[in-house]
């Protein structure tokens, strides 16, 4: 039993069952849709604060201790909200609470008190010491909000602000995005808590500058009208929203449209304006109020929020003008918060300068700007649809019930195979060809598991909505998705073939067909595994013959990406999918590094030449792996006296009568895909991969008919053997 004041937590209330780390704050109590009833008293009109972005706020109570209650609500909120949103902003608020729980909190951020996820509730209990009085939203327009007390609130929201935008040697830093007065509460003691972080994006999660909320551009009156377009999201956003704030602070009045907002743009950047004017008459009386203050601060916030981001002070620059204010001198030794400003950063638990001896610097820059675009690595990557100028409710949302219906009822003819995941079909939407994909349970042949899925489909849409992922050729192009209670599904642009895994073993699969197949999934991955800093390369982690579709040309794309961590997942470094090793046949069972994916590739590429696959059968018997029975028909026959390496081929016997094979071919893909499995982790890179592809006397004969525009210098056999004999 628990007492009322006691923190002694049943079983239930600890919410300490399952896999799921981010439902486990440390010190978090675990709520059923019961009891978080009763703490605000059956969401009375009473404990009512006020609506946020995409839900409601309560005071409530809960063993004996004042809390807030925030609720995601999928129907009657502010703003539009599609299947499955508000449960990953519910997700994703949790990883960021339990990060800093782990790190230490800014003081003006909301402390997590417990959680409910039962009941179709989705809710957030937030402790707050001293009770907090309304939201800043509710107080702007009261007139016993004094001036020392908005000027408190300034600084207070400035350093949390400052404090999530700084540089990190591993991670973005973090965006608001959906800065809102509704969204900080005020408490007794004047200080601002940031209590919403529903669009947040940077540091541990997937970044979202470019993608996934891009139908909802932040608050309105509070978004920057120029940086909240797909691709524009920046520091700068935050401080345009941070500007609005500040103008609304001093002039007691809400901005509901940015139209509303006071312009520079149409005087010179250095003129003298009548700048005192903004600031509210009824604010000017008392002692506190200085002349120069009102000018340094609404000059200040006319700054924040004019046109040009470039133009616009960072929230260091902020805080030192507020720091200059003289109200801010005058209450240095009464406002804690102030204790920041004369240099005592104590009270910042958590808040770190940033080791100065990373070598690399630019891992601490983030301009305001864009990111460069991906390395391509290779010239074969050819342009895309930008999909940063689309929309994103071009994205559809389709019901369990259309699926079953493009697909003819899941219909045996329209079944291409399985996945780690679940199954992919044909399908046809208004006489348009497409594949759709199925997340299920497991069934026992592959390390897959239920729990999860609708996390795996939220990171494939970002990374599928993201140009620099999306534009690649060998990406499937998503159309829509489909997000119910237990079904999940995603529906792609593409009139597939055959899977890789159904092609591998079939004779009609030609020598010249595979060698594309071969070529331009090395291209994918080398683009994928290219540096793009502040991002980590990009894995795929669970590469398979079956992850692989075909296309009428005979073009590989990746459908699959439920283990992919790096690129824009940003969280996976923590805890992405530790329980999950791989795809049988294609793990080399070491630490994740892009080595990996090239063994990965070098299973598929003995597939593809042996004709071999590695079967469920062979999963359920134990069987060696395609890769492990290679190595050792290699190690057998370098054991006989009459062996010659430059010649040994595991190129089928058909294949090697195909009028496009070169026995030279044959013996040098048989060494890469070697080197791709050795297990001493000597593994060439994708690019060297690429290369030695490039080098194959099929690439120069067939260039053309491969897609690929330009080759490299074939080396001589004759280069070859010497630069062999040297490594010896």
Known sequence: ????????????????????????????????????AECTNGFSQQ?????FQFGEVYRGTFLGDDVIVKIWKNENSLYKVKPGDNEERYRDELRVLNYFQENDFHPNMAKPYGTCDDGGYKAILYHLQPKAIDTLHNLIGKDTFTWPQRIKVALGFASLLEFMHAPHPNYLPYLIRNIDAAHILVDEDYEPILFDVSMISGGILTDKRNVWYQYVDGCCGYVDPLCARPGKWSDKCDVFSYGVLLLALIGKRVYKDNAELPTINGSPQNSVMDLGALVHQSLESGSDFYSSDATEITNLAKTCVQSNPLRRPTMNDIMRCLQSLQIAKHYASTWEICKLLNGDKAILTGYRSFDSSVKDRRLLTWHSGHFSQLNRGSDYCRAGKNTLEEDYDTLEVFSYKELSMFTDGFNEQNFIGKFQFGRVFRGMIRKKKVMVKIWEPSDGIYLACQRGNKGRLRDEIALLRDARFSSHPNMVKLIGYCHEEEKVGAVYDLDPHQTLYNLSPKDDFTWLQRIKVAYEFACLLEFLHAHNLPYMPFLVRNIDAAHIILDKDYSPKLFDFGMAIGGIILDARITRNLYLSGCHGYMDGGRWYTSSDVYAYGCVLLGLISKKVYTEEDVKSGSAY????????????????????????????????????????GAELTRLALQCVDNSFERPSMKQVVKCLLNLLVVHKHAKELGIKQVVRRKTKKSRIKRKSSRR
């Open 1 to 36: 039993m628990v007492s009322e004041k006691g923190r002694t937590k049943t079983a239930i209330e600890k919410g300490r069952t399952g896999p799921d780390r981010y439902r486990r704050l440390a010190n978090a109590y675990s709520l059923n849709a019961k009891k978080l």
């Open 626 to 665: 395609v890769s492990e029975l290679a190595v050792a028909e290699c190690d057998e026959e370098r054991s006989k006296a009459c062996f010659d390496e430059a010649l040994f081929s595991l190129v089928e016997r058909k294949l090697s009568e195909d009028g496009d094979h070169f026995a030279c071919d």
């Open 47 to 51: 404990n009512f604060i006020a609506n």
